[in-house]
């Protein structure tokens, strides 16, 4: 399980040795640290991110993890940060609560949907879809 202080150092780390690495994170939410993860990649400069619908999933190498971050709750968070993700959150909650789902299942947000973020000229951050260039 990493911290945000894990994340920021080994992301600076791999960008001082492959400056041109495209990279992408990917989190569960072990003890709640996903989201707080997430801002630290930003932080250190990452683009891309993955959530999963609900926050599901587990981890075949770590018995008992938790789900993945939660795409709902990632682009909650980035939209009231003043991002721009490019997804209709309220889209995506309508396709979380559809008919059929099993919410039981539900550890808290949305959808499986990977993302890119980058900074504007202003300086607030915004994101865009993944299969988006950063600009």
Known sequence: MANPRQVEA???RVRERWP???????????????????????????????????????CPFAPGATGNICTEDLVHMLHCMGYDTGVDLDLLARDVAAPGRDRRTRASGT???????????SGAARSSRASRPVR
Not at 36 to 46: D, E, I, K, R
Not at 111 to 121: L, S, T
């Open 111 to 121: 959808g499986r949907q990977g993302g890119q973020v980058d900074r504007p000229a």
């Open 20 to 58: 041109d690495l495209e990279l992408a994170l990917h989190f569960h939410n072990t003890r709640g640290m996903g989201l707080a993860n997430v801002l630290a990649g930003l932080a250190a400069g990452v683009t891309r991110y993955e959530g999963c619908l609900g926050g599901l999933g587990g």
């Open 10 to 12: 080994l992301v600076k």
